[in-house]
């Protein structure tokens, strides 16, 4: 996505009760908090972005400004944050869902939330955090190296994450990430 492509920034607010909301009209289940951080980034990846900064964390990618504005909206009684197993699910209070305000979202803001809910939203937070974390260290190391390698790539998500990702568990999710679209050369 171009800068010119973006039409405005999103708030924090919005984008996270955009995509809750539209991962229950899609009647997708609600996401953990690490699905979410993931979720959020492909949607930034995609043109759509309040200015969450993105850092690499232990699960890959992790934005503590999205983590804030979850807590945030769970103090103003929003969302809820509900305990699952090993996940907390982050989902918005459904009694509310009818007060709070719909952003105006322009089309295109619209239909990328959408395409990263449709083609993303189901997947495991492990499968999650494989592709973004391939997608975050194929856009640090593309700032230094060019040409940039599948190799490189794969080499730099070992380096952090160790042997948590079996090579080819790195290069299927550069496979779907450039089926995708996100591209970093």
Do not use: C
């Not at 009818?98 to 083609?119: A, C, G, M, T, W």
């Amino acid at each position: 996505m171009n800068e010119g492509e973006r039409v405005r920034n999103m708030n924090h607010v919005e984008l996270v009760v955009t995509v809750l909301r539209k991962m229950s009209d899609f009647k997708l289940q609600y996401p953990g908090k690490k699905a979410l951080q993931k979720l959020v980034y492909l949607i930034g990846r995609r043109g759509v972005r309040p200015d969450f900064h993105y850092s690499i964390h232990y699960y890959g990618p992790y934005s503590s400004k999205l983590d804030d504005t979850v807590h945030s909206l769970q103090l103003k009684g929003i969302v809820e944050i509900v305990p699952d197993g090993m996940n907390h699910r982050v989902r918005l209070i459904e009694e509310l869902q009818e007060f709070i305000e719909d952003p105006h979202l322009s089309e295109k803001e619209s239909q990328e939330i959408e395409y990263v809910l449709r083609n993303f939203g189901t997947l495991t937070p492990y499968d999650l955090e494989v592709i973004t974390t391939a997608d975050f260290v194929a856009g640090e190391l593309g700032k230094i190296l060019k040409p940039l390698t599948e190799e490189a790539i794969v080499e730099g998500v070992k380096k952090i994450k160790g042997d948590k990702f079996p090579d080819q568990n790195i290069r299927d999710a550069l496979a779907v990430l450039k089926q995708h679209g996100y591209v970093w050369n």
